[in-house]
């Protein structure tokens, strides 16, 4: 579902040594590390082939906020600490630590990728990295596809990511417009509650 992208060659000085190309593990921990913020316009369908779309706010560590298109009442937002799903429709709030979600692996470039990650068979000008914590499989496994790109933070851009579940349930998100390390404020991770005033629990 990710389209390849045909990259320009590079011209190359024949004199010059070649320095070694890093593993693709380390170059994918150098573009998480490298990325401090991205906006992006997403779509993402569920198992049943159901789409919505809307834009993607992200600030590391650990914050974002995936703010769907009109008329639908959802919204998922990282402060930092938790990862909070807001249904407006039914005033319900739920929350984990961001940790444990799906999205650690980005939302985090602390994390040693080789302890729960692993490079996967893709296109030419893709790298597929499958992530998945042993000690939880209960958050199923979330594969991260990145395009190869010169001129993106460490030669590699985010373009989505499939996440399967426990119970082999998978859903996708595509990424488009992406624009890395852009001002993105704080403000941007806040959110109301829906919830009487006096339960918050």
């Not at 380390?26 to 913020?37: E, F, I, K, N």
């Amino acid at each position: 579902m990710f389209r390849a992208i045909a990259l320009a060659p590079i011209a190359l000085v024949a004199a010059a040594p070649l320095a070694a190309a890093p593993a693709p593990l380390d170059q994918v921990s150098q573009h998480l590390r490298a990325v401090t913020s991205m906006t992006a316009n997403f779509t993402q369908t569920d198992r049943t082939g159901k789409a919505l779309t809307g834009t993607l706010s992200l600030k590391r560590p650990g914050k974002v906020r995936f703010q769907y298109q009109p008329g639908v009442p959802l919204l998922i937002v990282g402060d930092g600490s938790r990862l909070t799903m807001i249904d407006y429709s039914v005033k319900q709030v739920s929350s984990w630590p961001v940790g444990g979600s799906p999205l650690g692996v980005l939302l985090d470039p602390s994390k040693d990728l080789t302890r729960f990650a692993k490079v996967v068979p893709g296109a030419p000008d893709e790298l597929l990295v499958e992530a998945r914590d042993p000690k939880h499989p209960e958050f199923g496994v979330t594969t991260l596809a990145f395009q190869r790109n010169a001129g993106a933070p460490a030669g590699l851009s985010l373009q989505g990511w499939i996440t399967r579940d426990a119970q082999g349930n998978r859903s996708s998100v595509m990424l488009t417009n992406q624009r890395f390390n852009v001002p993105v404020s704080d403000g941007t991770f806040r959110w109301r509650d829906p919830r009487p005033r006096g339960r918050t629990g």
